[in-house]
Nanobody, 113 residues
Framework: QVQLVESGGGLVQAGGSLTLSCESS?????????LAWYRQAPGKQRELVAQ???????EYADSVKGRFTISRDNRKNTVDLHMNDLKPNDTAVYYC??????WGQGTQVTVSA
């Protein structure tokens, strides 16, 4: 069964940067229409962070706009999340999502003060 695999999570100081990557496993023959990043902090609901359709413009949650950048490679069918100026409240498990029904296992991002 197709799943997504995230990588790049870790511990970073406030103000630092981190890049998350996501790819399908196994690789699929078709290009995902919608790719998105979600996150879930302890005690919080899962929230949409960023999304982008195949040829559409990226969209961001207000809390990360101007700091995060979603970048998809339609040839490789991968999606990255470039995170800058990280804040402690960015601490969460980050999940990638493809066409709504395909999820990754999540990768932990911890931002220390």
């Amino acid at each position: 069964q197709v799943q997504l695999v995230e990588s790049g999570g870790g511990l970073v100081q406030a103000g630092g940067s981190l890049t998350l990557s996501c790819e399908s496993s196994p690789h699929v023959a078709y290009t995902f229409y919608r790719l998105a990043w979600y996150r879930q902090a302890p005690g919080k609901q899962r929230e949409l962070v960023a999304q982008q359709t195949r040829k559409g413009d990226p969209e961001y949650a207000d809390s990360v706009k101007g700091r995060f950048t979603i970048s998809r490679d339609n040839r490789k069918n991968t999606v990255d999340l470039h995170m800058n100026d990280l804040k402690p409240n960015d601490t969460a498990v980050y999940y990638c999502n493809a066409d709504n029904n395909i999820w990754g296992q999540g990768t932990q991002v911890t931002v220390s003060a």
